[in-house]
């Protein structure tokens, strides 16, 4: 026997697969674009390092101003991993796509207005502390000592990153004495 799904039911399934979607999105593009590249970043490049550690933090002087292709190759390559969700999320929920877009884009806005003394209300600071939600403030640390405050939009990157980046630290270390070693033989 069939049974038939009233409408407010198929709106809520339609509402519950975009919001799942954008959530996911934002989640599994922060997660890969922390640990397979901007950990990595920091340990083995140099980029990411010039454009938001340097003495000029502004990322509209370096990638705007300089014109510089490698400064907008490192935000690229930052975004990268939440593109190459979009086909296999695209045929889950468009809209949950384009809203997952939407916010990760006003996230790197909104994490980088520090740069013009930004402070965030007491009410969006507790939320985005219960959510684990990166504030500017908090990104800021970041940007001041590339060792703290990890993760571009969840905080709960934060430790595992900074496990993952002692880690690669550790194995650039040894495989620079291995090849001192070998090179000296």
Do not use: Q
């Amino acid at each position: 026997m069939f049974k038939l799904t009233s409408v407010g039911e198929e709106l809520d399934v339609f509402i519950a697969k975009v919001c799942l979607v954008a959530l996911f999105f934002l989640i599994i593009g922060d997660c890969i674009s922390t640990f397979f590249y901007h950990v990595p970043e920091h340990v083995f490049g140099k980029f990411h390092t010039l454009v938001h550690h340097g003495k000029n933090r502004s990322f509209v002087h370096y990638a705007v101003l300089t014109r510089n292709p490698l400064v907008l190759l490192d935000g690229f390559l930052g975004a990268l991993p939440y593109f190459i969700f979009v086909p296999w999320l695209w045929n889950i929920s468009p809209l949950g796509t384009i809203l997952g877009l939407i916010l990760g884009e006003l996230h790197v806005v909104w994490r980088h207005v520090s740069i013009i003394k930004w402070k965030t209300p007491k009410p969006i600071k507790l939320l985005c502390r219960i959510f684990c939600i990166t504030t500017p403030e908090r990104h800021w640390l970041h940007h001041k000592n590339a060792k703290l405050a990890y993760g571009d939009i969840f905080t709960f990157f934060d430790r595992p990153a900074r496990l993952w980046l002692n880690f690669l630290i550790f194995l650039k270390i040894k495989y620079k004495y291995k090849r001192k070693i070998g090179v000296s033989k």
